[in-house]
């Protein structure tokens, strides 16, 4: 028989849960397992291929400046699926954030972001846009306790910024790696 979950307690309900597990191991073994609960998310980076430009946010994260990381990083606009489908939620986070009105979407992945931990699936997004889609400076919901700072950021600095080690963010690592498979063109040396 395969591992199951045998029983949950619920232990914290916040913006995320908090649970622990009990598992059944194939050969009866019960095992405890705490998880982090809070759903599905989405991200996206958007990217200007004329300009050659890509736009990511900063905010303070309280986990990172515990681990000793800095108050905040570069990352691309993300957030949870409150409802509808993840290509619109994509949309809605990314002009939120960033004032950017994004019209197609590129597909990435739909990954687990910390299997050992947490619930959380991410689908991941790349898209295109121009200046015409820029409808405001985004800089998130006040109302959430959003400070966001938006950067537009050529894309070879992203890209070495990647190889440097600055970019630090696993989902803004994954889709800037995507997007240099992709459209490799648009991190070439301009004539």
């Given at each position: ?73 570069i ?7 409150d ?21 197609a ?7 687990w ?79």
């Amino acid at each position: 028989m395969a591992p199951r979950i045998g029983g949950v307690r619920l232990v914290h309900d916040g913006w995320a849960r908090y649970l622990v597990a009990e598992v059944m191991q194939e050969d009866g073994t019960r095992l405890t397992r705490e998880m982090e609960d809070h759903g599905r998310a989405v991200a996206v980076l958007p990217y200007d291929p004329e300009r050659r430009v890509a736009t990511l946010v900063s905010q303070f994260r309280a986990p990172v400046l515990y681990s000793g990381g800095p108050p905040s990083h570069i990352e691309v606009p993300a957030g949870l699926l409150d409802e509808g489908a993840s290509e619109d939620e994509a949309r809605r986070e990314a002009l939120e954030e960033t004032g950017l009105r994004l019209g197609a979407l590129d597909f990435v992945a739909s990954a687990w972001s910390m299997p050992g931990i947490s619930t959380e699936r991410m689908d991941l997004f790349l898209a295109a846009y121009g200046e015409a889609d820029r409808t405001g400076s985004g800089g998130g919901l006040a109302a959430e306790g959003e400070a966001v700072a938006v950067h537009e950021i050529p894309l070879p600095e992203l890209a070495a910024m990647g190889r440097r080690g600055t970019i630090t963010d696993m989902k803004s690592l994954t889709l800037l790696f995507a997007l240099q498979l992709r459209r490799p063109d648009l991190f070439e040396a301009t004539r």
